[in-house]
């Protein structure tokens, strides 16, 4: 009966591990996380960063400021999926007026939200860019050739992967000024109907991809692609050169990733509890009281099992 | 259902045999394009394009309208005439903007020509934009390529050297740029031979106050001495810019009012010759705007107070401005206050705190102007501070341990001999002077109050400080406060030192058992206590009859010991070997003792060296068992 007992124990023990590590060691394979290496991770890009001397901070839990000063900040949005608080929103205010630089890269996510409740007279449309001619591979992969403005550069090009474009409310005694640096080519279009095909009452022209808005001392920059730097896509065309010429063109050194607005998956906050279980334990072990008492327990665990082989050795010998 | 199944089969057979006679071979695969190009002979088709109509070995576009015609026509593949189509475009528009960039350079050599170096600069920005436009167009360009190439390689040899022939239309653009540059950079330089100019001017007064009148006056010279009688033009720079002329001794006159704004201003006056004989110059002189001076005048004040009293202040900013604009800051011992004038009169108040010390006590009175034209300034006076007459006594009562479950209750009791309303703040700091947790309320005076302090479960135990600070409202009452510590358990470290305590006890006890259940009798018992020893001898003499299992060897080695050191009075203990214990029955009976080593020995060659009993041995370990039972007399 013993023995049963000790079998189920060790099985229930043995099994209970086994998914704990499961879930903290599983592979991630979630869209722009850091730790995914797969296509769609962001693993490369956080190593670029790392290698060209840029701090980064990355937010998983809240949207929070380093101690670096602001105007050498950059707080780095992609693909949010989860609406921003007014909290947050004036806390990307604050941090723009005081010189900091914002940049959203989003195609179909929640970008256009936080654009209204930033009051930026820019919205993303939502509906697919192709490009009949200038592409990589595919249409919907439109290359864009050039960057205008602050970031004057001829000879950048930027491989997109199904992006939309933007669109440039006209709005009066607005706090925001706005400039477009990088449009598609002549031969781009807004799929309206996602048939992938140009139709009658789709029109073939540049649309803007990129744009500048200004307020205060800083700026926020929106792109209208999420993915030019997932894995898949940080060596194509100039990707990464196009983030680091706008980094290196308002004096950032430090990258604030924002992972606070994606939604969690039911592994994600299983492993995210077991982690806050771990650091419960950690305070629990770091605990005077607690340590003092393992201590006792270590050592009289020592000296009665010493105690108990001489005894038997004794007991035993021949 | 036989027939059936033969009929079908006999079907099958049939269908085979016509399959194989009327297959023919399989044709390879081809896709759209291949046919399409199979149809239209692709390479001709772009030799035609590129070689003959479009672009020819300058670089240059001709034919584009054509060709696009043409494409309209041809029966080429949807894809890829709409890629040829914009690469046609794409190389008009290139052939455009280097046609603009030619057209910029011709008339910025014209401006050269004309020495109108300046006008020829501006130009820069709109062919840099031109060449950037170009630029991206070819990028294009090769992009579109790339992408027909990858379909049909074959037309790489014919297309290729054409569109290099683009590229280098364009850097011959861009060297000539280049040259050009150069070319403004030379000129700059040679027109320093011209004759030098020189005005002497001189500003009257160079520091002024707003409004004032300024004189600017001077000569223009060459550098022979000569007078000239030219334009001039006199800039305050953000304000004015007007031409003035000097007379035919070259003097020249101009009176102006100072800005309203003080600050350091440059008054230019600039010399541009009207013809290529004398040389541009120019004066700068230095204009010092002051702003009028302020100083404060206290007219009233509270010379004497307590503590969260407030100081009053009356006074009056003189100036020579008529209008008189901005704050009055108060300033002692860290603490501010600020109030707005809009007049020169002013009456300001600070709000001393509960903490300030008696004394005398030095106060900051500050102008800081809101309008530029006048001067902050600055003036201090003396105020005493006097000791609260009554005091104020603080009874406190907390728990001096605690588990971090539970929410800290402080009761406090103040009294004061005055009546008045208070307010008590109550924290939990840790020994380092961390703020863990606060609270404020307000309460009377002379009754006792309960406050809860609630602070995070996951606190580390230690010891910690409680400090309540009762501040009055009366300004006659001196504030108080009172520190004490308390020791905080946090409940999850407590649970898990239970849990660990209880495992050590567990453990302990199990050790202490085992050694109690094995102690030896204290009093041996003799042979005569019959009665006790019946019970044993039952046990004793159920001896199993198949001694050859060595467990069995052993129980019956054990039990014989055991009855052996209750009838010989032998001390029997744990750490005693078979052996050991052989030699002291012995000693008892030698008899019996060398019966038991005998049986010791078999037990140990059975037991531990593993060997199989014999037939012979089992036979002697029965005998010795009853001789030894015989010996003790116990058994008839």
Known sequence: MKSIIALVLLTLTSASLT??????????????????????????????????????????????LPSAPLSETCILIMGPELPYSSDEVELLLNFIESGGTLILLDDFGSGNEL??????????????????????????FPVIVGLTGDVRASNVTIIMN???TLEVLNTSANKWTVTIIASSSEYSFIDYNLNGKLDGNETKRPYPVIAIARRGRGRAIIVSDSSILIN??????????????????????????????????????LKERIVSYFKEAEVVLRDPLFSYALTIFIVATILITVHSVAKRCKREHI | MRTHHLALLLLLIICTVVISYSSTDIMRHMNYDEVEEARVPILPLFKLIFERLLIDEEGIIRNSTLVLSLLKELPIPTVLKTRLDALVNYVSLFNETCSSIEHQLNLMQGLIKEGNLSQARKLRSDIDSLFDNATVTLIKVRIILNDIQRTYPIVKSVVEPRINYLEERL??????????LHEIEILSQEYQVRINTLINATLFPSKAYPGDNVSVYGFLFTENGEPLSSRLTVELRGFFKVITRTNKHGYFRLTFRAPSIPDEYYVIVKYVPENLTYKASYALMKLRVMPFKTSIKIVNYTKALYPQERIIIEGVIESNSPKVKGFIILTMDGITSEVTIR????????????????????LKVSFIPKVPFLEPSQSNVTILVMNPPHGLKLKVTHPALLISTNSITVHVTPTSELESKLMIIVKLVTMRGRTISSRAVIIKANQEHHLTLTYSPNIISNYYRIEVLAIPQNPLIKYTRYIGTLYIINFQSLLMTLLTLLAIVLLATRALATRVTRKPPEKAVTIRE?????????????????LHEPRTLRKTLNLLEAFLARVLNIRFSLSMTHREFSEEVK???????SLLTSMVLIFERAYYGLKKLKVLEILFLRSAYEKILKLLKVRE
């Open chain 1, 19 to 64: 998914f704990t590590a499961a879930i903290l060691y599983s592979p991630v394979t979630k869209d722009f996380a850091i730790e995914n290496q797969q296509w769609n991770g962001l693993s490369d890009f956080i190593s670029l960063l790392a290698r060209d001397d840029f701090s980064v901070l990355i937010c998983k839990d809240q949207l929070l």
């Open chain 1, 115 to 140: 654009l209204k409740k930033l009051g930026i007279p820019v919205r993303l449309v939502g509906k697919p860019l192709l490009d009949e001619v200038v592409y990589s591979k595919r249409p919907n």
């Open chain 2, 343 to 362: 007049t020169s009169s002013f009456k300001a108040y600070l709000t001393l705190p509960y903490y300030i010390k008696e004394g005398l006590h030095e």
């Open chain 2, 530 to 546: 019959l009665a006790k020893m019946e019970a044993m001898l039952e046990e004793v003499e159920k001896l199993p009859e198949e």
């Open chain 1, 232 to 269: 898949c896509m940080i060596d194509e065309g100039n990707n990464y050169y196009f983030l680091k010429l706008l980094l290196s063109t308002y004096g950032v050194k430090t990258v604030v990733l924002d992972y606070s607005h994606y939604e969690k998956k039911l592994a994600e906050l």
């Open chain 2, 587 to 593: 000693k008892k009976n030698p008899l019996i003792g």
């Open chain 2, 171 to 180: 850097d011959k653009l861009r060297n000539r740029y280049n040259k050009i």
């Open chain 1, 162 to 164: 199904v992006p939309t």
